[in-house]
């Protein structure tokens, strides 16, 4: 996945640290065995000299029998000084994080995993940095807002709410990258966001890649990146790549052509390659069809899961009590 270059320079930059601090822990861990047996500094240089020493005569095809023979009593001698001290000839060396490519970065001249993994990480903190954590969690859900008493069309809220809360505690349990999409809809202030956050931390717990977004702000950046031909922009690819993608509030982003086809790009992206989103909304199936269009509403209804939310909004009732 493509992060753009300030991000993996900025994950290249936390490798380097990591490998600088390693060998500065090396060379004190070293200074302060010189100091107990100087010996081994004078048998380290001598090892380095054999060595160089070794190669060319290989490369102009010399005997290195003696050179061999002499490298080998060195370093016995070296084994045999670290034994009398207790020390593995292991831990005379920097211990690098990455032991594919030693905290450099790079292995073989390509991106070390490790630096994929971080430029993934710097990449979700930024654009999950306005979510509301608070919200997110199961135990702070409360299903006592919701009414016992049915709607004009028989919805009884308690029943549905408790449902849709279920739902989400056994979706979040069992998640995995086979997981369906899912729509929460329904009026604001029912906890729809709450939900999807809760579902995120349990996902996250689990080690899967998370990004939580309001349709908005997703639509703002991807745009700005587009139209400014942004080297750097990260946001589209990331929202396509990422394990679980939950868009918050569908339907406040600024309707215009270019959002509808971002919006059915998204979606019809991440179903193909079997990508769960959950998309949280105010917008009744009607009006997802009147404001995007049949195909995205078609998307929606054929590769997700729809769970209605219904009450009322639990922010008057606790504004006034």
Do not use: W
């Amino acid at each position: 996945m493509g992060y753009g270059n300030e991000i993996y320079q900025e994950a290249l930059q936390i490798v380097r640290e990591r490998r600088l601090k390693a060998e500065a822990a090396y060379r004190e861990t070293y200074s302060k065995l010189a100091e107990i047996r100087p010996e081994i500094a004078d048998i380290d240089r001598k090892l380095a000299e054999l060595g160089v020493k070794a190669a060319k005569a290989a490369a102009s095809g010399e005997n290195v029998l003696d050179i061999k023979k002499y490298y080998d009593d060195l370093n016995n001698k070296r084994e045999q000084i670290l034994s009398e001290l207790g020390i593995s000839p292991e831990r005379i060396a920097p211990i690098y994080e990455c032991k594919k490519c030693s905290d450099t970065g790079y292995v073989n001249g390509s991106l070390c995993s490790c630096v994929e993994r971080l430029a993934r990480d710097i990449s979700y903190s930024r654009l999950n940095s306005t979510a509301p954590a608070k919200l997110s969690d199961f135990s702070s859900f409360n299903l006592e807002y919701y009414s016992d008493k049915p709607l004009e069309n028989g919805a009884v809220p308690s029943k549905i709410m408790t449902d849709n809360f279920m739902f989400a505690m056994e979706y979040a349990s069992n998640f995995n990258m086979s997981a369906k999409s899912v729509l929460f809809m329904g009026p604001t202030g029912l906890g729809k966001t709450h939900l999807s956050l809760a579902i995120a931390k349990a996902v996250i717990d689990k080690n899967y890649g998370v990004i939580y977004g309001s349709a908005q702000n997703f639509i703002r950046a991807i745009e700005k990146e587009h139209f400014k031909n942004n080297s750097d922009a990260v946001t589209l690819d990331a929202l396509l790549e990422c394990d679980l993608l939950i868009f918050d509030d569908l339907g406040t982003e600024f309707n215009t052509s270019f959002s509808v086809s971002v919006m059915y790009n998204i979606i019809n992206t991440r179903l193909l390659y079997s990508r769960p989103t959950i998309i949280s909304t105010n917008l009744t199936l009607k009006e997802i069809e009147e404001r995007y269009g049949e195909r995205i509403l078609s998307r929606i209804i054929g590769g997700y899961y729809i769970k209605k939310f219904c009450g009322e909004d639990i922010r008057k009732i606790k504004a006034f009590g």
